[in-house]
Antibody, heavy 117, light 110 residues
Framework: EVQLVESGGGLVQPGGSLRLSCAASGFTLTNFWIHWVRQAPGKGLVWVSRINRDGSYTNYADSVKGRFTISRDNAKNTVSLQMNSLRAEDTAVYFC??????????WGQGILVTVSS | QSALTQPASVSGSPGQSITISCSGT?????????VSWYQQHPGKAPKLMIY???NRPSGVSNRFSGSKSGNTASLTISGLQAEDEADYYCNSYTRSTTYVFGTGTKVTVL
């Protein structure tokens, strides 16, 4: 069974950092690009970032460029999202998702990140 | 990148058909075949319903269909059922090599 499980969320102060992890099982991670998508409370989905199969290519939404870094460790079947200089507007549930021809076919359950003093 | 435009809500009676529109530009929806649709029930992760404009993943009911004309994509749900009540989002790849989601549509089954 394909599974993606996010971890590392929580409460952080504005300007702080947090590292999210996405653990994959049930499929060969090296065969897939991976995305991060977020959803602020009561709001819609927003694409955040993606990484290619070997980690050599990454993309970011303008709202997080220069603050967030996506990476992967295929040996450990994990993809990470390092989030620095966090702002209140980064408060959201963060989902990792597997790519299928530029869509997202399997999603994790999501992890809540709250940026507040 | 502005969100793709969807109607805030669409409703229909059981058994009816409804269509949700997703309006973009010639830099996203109009430029690529990479339009997808997601269903999201409250408190749950999104579920892929349609990819590449009109393809259904394995396990998704054939009551769901997708299409595109110009800068506007559409999702049609035929034979509406109570379990279809959820939020629906479109998504498109863009010429900036990023992705943009729609504003979301709440589907209500009357």
């Amino acid at each position: 069974e394909v599974q993606l499980v996010e971890s590392g969320g929580g409460l952080v102060q504005p300007g702080g950092s947090l590292r999210l992890s996405c653990a994959a099982s049930g499929f060969t991670l090296t065969n897939f690009w991976i995305h991060w998508v977020r959803q602020a409370p009561g709001k819609g989905l927003v694409w955040v970032s993606r990484i290619n199969r070997d980690g050599s290519y990454t993309n970011y939404a303008d709202s997080v460029k220069g603050r967030f870094t996506i990476s992967r460790d295929n040996a450990k079947n994990t993809v990470s999202l390092q989030m620095n200089s966090l702002r209140a507007e980064d408060t959201a549930v963060y989902f990792c998702a597997r790519d299928l021809t530029n869509s997202q076919d399997f999603w994790g359950q999501g992890i809540l990140v709250t940026v507040s003093s | 990148q502005s969100a793709l435009t969807q109607p805030a809500s669409v409703s229909g009676s059981p058994g009816q058909s409804i269509t949700i529109s997703c309006s973009g530009t010639n830099s996203d929806v109009g430029h690529y075949k990479y339009v997808s649709w997601y269903q999201q029930h409250p408190g749950k992760a999104p579920k892929l319903m349609i990819y590449d404009v009109s393809n259904r993943p394995s396990g998704v009911s054939n009551r769901f269909s997708g299409s595109k004309s110009g800068n506007t994509a559409s999702l049609t749900i035929s034979g509406l059922q109570a379990e279809d009540e959820a939020d629906y989002y479109c998504n498109s790849y863009t010429r900036s090599t990023t992705y943009v989601f729609g504003t979301g549509t709440k589907v209500t089954v009357l």
